[in-house]
């Protein structure tokens, strides 16, 4: 095993990888960028290695500085996490030029994955059923031509990567122009290439995606399906697994889909392949993910795998001692993703101190937190500030678990989506497990928090009025620290 | 002791408060109504409040004129203000702010144009995310503030409207 | 089921019982002393009743007041949580006769279970192994021809009671007089009965436990064992399970005799069994615990199974639908109870404002707290903080993570175990799995915590003495609170 | 600014201080060596500091003249003291107090008599809980300042003991 593992990632997902590599005992390296210097990874690494200013371009997106810190501090590994570099082929190679394993496919596997158009091909080629689309990016000029074969509604996506950028549903001919000049250009700014695929777009589909491991050996298991259809504009907002949807004949077959898609496409380490589940129970291969996805815990909870320990292990050239029949899935779990968003302001990120926090404790839900209480979230980053997933016997009293974490969940400071996911959590449709892509757009599309009651103005002036009096004349900070005066002051 | 008077406004609600310390209780009258409230810490940002005879335990804190209330699992972000300023100028202008700090990308309306309910009238680039800023009902547009491709604060103005009945 | 349960207990488990019942749409009611006026179960009850004054025999013990407090809220159940009026009959009666559901076993088997003659005569009976000893309180005079019959070293026990009190071991005739009196004192003030019992005492035993749930229609299942062994005074510190030396043919017979010896006290709701493992592999029944153990969440964490959801349902007169092939042992867990102790004044009680508090998550790692930032801790209860339980596929995965999770735990105030905690885990000893009730006697009886390092001086220096310098005159508090002048107004 | 001087004691063990705040740093000279240790508050108690070029974040708080320090998973309580008032006078006498408030049950030695560390002195009976007192090391009982059944609060003198090479 790995003496020394670098994590190039920050907030949760770097505190999660953190842990995992420490209960291994494996000596951990954080890189931090400057807006980053008093976060929870930071300081929960044996080493932390400054990578350069807020701008992700310059810090955590910067391959030459990463691997700077990861020979001088004489890491033998790195661990991507999700986003950033994790699925950036050129980072893997060069981690292998360096002679530093990259905890993740081979760089050719990341190429040929990142790219949606030949993913599809390999699926068809292995007669896994696609949408109907194009399998090549598209020219403007031939985008309407295509269109009229595949039929509309239609969708736009961007060739380079996922997570909602880049993506248009078209539903007529003249809306196709506007949509993909869109659609290109956030392409462009989201993943450097503004290739646009076009796809027959699934009216009101299930996101289903299959969680699997392979090592260098050939040996590979699934762990079964995770479902992902509460979304807004294709961001995940609530997961979980198993899929109410998801018979076990069902789960069979899309496991095998899966796992032929990834022995076809030589993966090893963690991977993740996503389904379009349609209305009268047809999947559709989507696409797959070469990294540790961030929904990642509701499979460990299911399975009581620790799937960031099978990632090092297979990373460190162990063969998968895991065998198909040891996977059994117990109970259900929900996950939701707790973002620093104003949803009045159209979900817009929202930044500002974290003045106050309080993590719950509940028997039965796991919070996995990037964030501490005096930290300044800020605008550079992924609004994501921490995921809460309950696990149950049975897929009611997750729900009820979830909801009671997320109402006794504070963060004062950063506007949150808290209130909005309690209000998910409470809607009947949820609750019956009939979900889709469609359920927030169709019933959360101009979700108002409930205006605070007359009695919470009242303690609210209250708090406010006295506080005031009170104190010393300047406003009563969040919490009033002695060191007011040190703040100004930098660590050497 | 004199009352203390303020605003508190909570998005587009504003209230008229006056606070006054009765030894260990604060009279409170807003919008109409007078509250009685006992307020106890119990912990760093966390008190025991009581008012009418309900009890709630709730999480405070503060940063400049900025307050947050947590409590029955809501948080609230109030302004205080020194006095009742109105509304922003509603019946007439209403600026669509930038929500935070990034690149006007497109406008997508002329001055004088009338515009529906959530029609798009720009669109924001931030962190490699557009997100279309829409109308907040029936207007028309009054000025354009911003040249496309311009980085802009946030809470910047972009475009302003007039509210139309 | 019951529409409205009242808690009879504080702390943890009140706080852990009161969340179970809210997950399953049950109202709560909660009650408390003075001294807990604003401790975690109080806030989290939808209702609270104030009881009395600290004193425990005037509150938490006062039988009258409780049943008060639930026929004044319409509670139609209790849970009496553990300790207290936990195993009391009397209270368990006291329910029935005001028609309130008691949610634990009959009243008859409290009295049967609760007298440890009565249970070795019942356990003899059905062929289960006892230690040699006396089947009956033995008078002083009489002491030493039992103690003859029986050899030493004996064991002194209280009939009325576990948990170490009124317990001494004796190794000679000589010492059986003085050890007699001051055994007799202690269980009469801990059980109100100075009734002592004679028993063979096993030089390093392990203590090991089996629980079991039995409906009222005779239906049970038995949900594996936990191991016990790391104990000081009878107190226990450290729990795991499963046990590193019950392989599944001594499971499978541990359980037998644990179900045997429950169904013939006719025994219902949820219920361990301990017994006594000896070297050689031979187990001898030792008392039946008639009550939810502290330790209960380690099987929750191997089966899945909510052992407090399923004492509500049975209580509330359902029948168990849980089946004996469904109960599944995954992984392992350890858990360490968090005490308010000084091990360097012999495990003293301590007291104090919790002045800051940070409790850690960690994937795997569920931590039962029943204290919040500042509260008061004092001396009248238990001094349980809270216990921290690591799951993980295998023991030394499970203690990797507990350690870690210890370490970053943060209870500033009162003095704790948090450092003897973890020099325990770090023991080769314990890491070897071979544990007995000998093992802190044997390694750890003058523990010391580790003198802060010359740094630590320094930075504590610093932060006084520039604290100081640049505050307001008193003394920099733990948290500076606007409200502080507030601090004298009581509640109305 | 003059640097201040205080006592900052551990358990047995007290370290004269000698603290003074330069810009960004405050020098610490303690038991002989001097440190230049770094301080920034990063949340609610909870501090990044610095010295000599290792890095800590630890958690602090105060409560009058007792401090708590978290650092590397332990926690430390240190009393301020104004001066050394010498530890306590343990080469003659030293009192084997009650660490909490409790009745003190049974005394278990005479005036004069010569006892071995680790043996019993007296029993103090706190929460229905039995805790043996024991003597800290070889030493002869000088004083018995209790008698038997009597409630003593935390920290009361009860044996006074001499202690003997």
Known sequence: MFRKVLVANRGEISVRVLRACRELGIRTVAVYSEADEDSLHVWLADEAVPIGPADPERSYLHIGRILDAARATGAEAVHPGYGFLAENPEFAAACQDANIAFIGPPPEVLEASGDKAAARRLSTRLGIPVLAGTDHPVRDEEALHHARRIGFPLLLKAAGGGGGRGMRVVRGSEELAEALRSARREALAAFGTDAILLERYLERPRHIEVQVLLDRYGNAVHLGERECSIQRRYQKVIEEAPSAAVDPGMRERLAQAALRILREAGYVNAGTVEFLLDRNGDFYFLEVNARLQVEHPLTELLTGVDLVHQQLRIAAGEALVLRQEEVTLRGWAVEARVYAEDPERDFAPSTGTVLHLYEPHLPGVRVDSGIRAGQRISVHYDPLLSKVIAWAPDRSTAIARLRQALASYVILGPTTNLAFLQDVLDHPVFASGDLSTAFLPDHFADWHPDPPAEEAFALAAALVGCGRAKTSPQPPEGFVDPWDRLRSWRLG | ?165
Do not use: C
């Open chain 2, 1 to 165: 002791m004199r009352p203390e008077r303020f605003v508190l406004r909570w998005r587009d609600r504003a209230v008229e408060v006056e606070v006054l310390e009765e030894s260990s209780q604060v009279r409170v009258r807003a919008a109409g109504r007078e509250f009685l409230v006992s307020i106890r810490p119990v912990g760093p940002n966390v008190y025991a409040t009581a008012a009418d005879g309900r009890r709630w335990l709730v999480h405070f804190a503060s940063e400049g004129d900025r307050h947050f209330l947590h409590l029955d699992g809501e948080t609230h972000t109030f302004a205080r203000e020194v006095s009742i300023r109105g509304p922003e100028p509603e019946p007439s202008g209403q600026d669509v702010r930038a929500p935070m700090p990034g690149v006007v990308t497109r406008i997508l309306v002329q001055t004088g144009q009338v515009v529906e309910r959530g029609e798009p009238l720009y669109v924001l680039e931030a962190m490699k995310m557009e997100s279309v800023m829409r109308a907040p009902g029936r207007a028309r547009v009054v000025a354009i503030r911003v040249e496309p491709g311009t980085q802009v604060a946030g809470g910047a103005a972009v475009v302003e409207l007039e509210r139309l009945p």
